[in-house]
């Protein structure tokens, strides 16, 4: 079987504009002169930082594959949230990968939603339930937060997908947090999962946009098995086939 996790990592389609990196240009047969001169970055102006590298786990890949192998997603767009590793893979109703991205989970660790607190106001909201359950999710865009409308992961928990918040996002360093090497300090929101603008605006949202798609939240804690149960038969047929 194709490992369609590994052939995306081989691709790196991360969103030129999210990373910040500038895509190759065509080669020309003769290139014409250049007119004006590169201006200088300003003093103690630093460059644009670049994602980080998106490595697939052993998990996502082992996930990506089952939904690809069994339709898992009944022919709708999907995304693999790997919370671990703080990225998140996106992937076309064929199961062609599209593209990655770095995220932002929830500041808790723990794969349940607390019970009632999708009824709560975030300033509510405390330590432990500011969590991203893990699971698989039919995910659709509604009601507006902010004004704007987002994609709902669990709208009974209040979990959506969105790109940073604006307000939050200065004060908390979020854009920061996305872009440093590691996913140590990726964990900051309420429960909701934070991609680039980029990644959103162009790959995720037209994708999910007519009739949602599925959402696979991998575990912090829980075995893999455990919130997605279909693995196992998985297993079991690999098993048979050897």
Known sequence: MIHVLR???????????????????????AAKPV????????AGKAAPAAMPAIVPS???????????ASNDNHSLPWAVVDKT?????????????LGSAPVLIGIAVGDEATPGVGSKKLADLGPAEKTTP??????????????????WVDYATSVALHP?????????????????P???DNRITFG?????????GKLLSPLFRKKGGYVYVLPDTKPLEDVFPRLRLQAVANAAAR
Request: net charge positive; glycine share 6%.
């Open 134 to 151: 893990a699971g698989r999710f039919l995910a659709k865009f509604g009601m507006p937060v902010g004004g704007e409308r987002v994609l």
């Open 182 to 184: 590691t996913p140590d």
């Open 164 to 180: 940073i918040p604006k307000d939050a996002g200065a004060r908390e360093k979020r854009r920061e947090r996305m872009l440093s």
């Open 58 to 68: 052993e998990a996502a890949t082992r996930v990506a594959e089952w939904v690809a």
């Open 85 to 97: 590793n703080a990225a998140v893979f996106l992937f076309d109703p064929q199961g062609k990968p």
């Open 7 to 29: 052939a995306l990592a081989a691709l790196a389609l991360i969103v030129p504009a999210a990373a910040g990196a500038h895509p190759a240009k065509p080669v020309h047969k």
């Open 35 to 42: 007119k004006k001169t590169a201006k200088a970055r300003p």
């Open 192 to 200: 909701c999962i934070n991609v680039p603008k980029a990644f959103y």
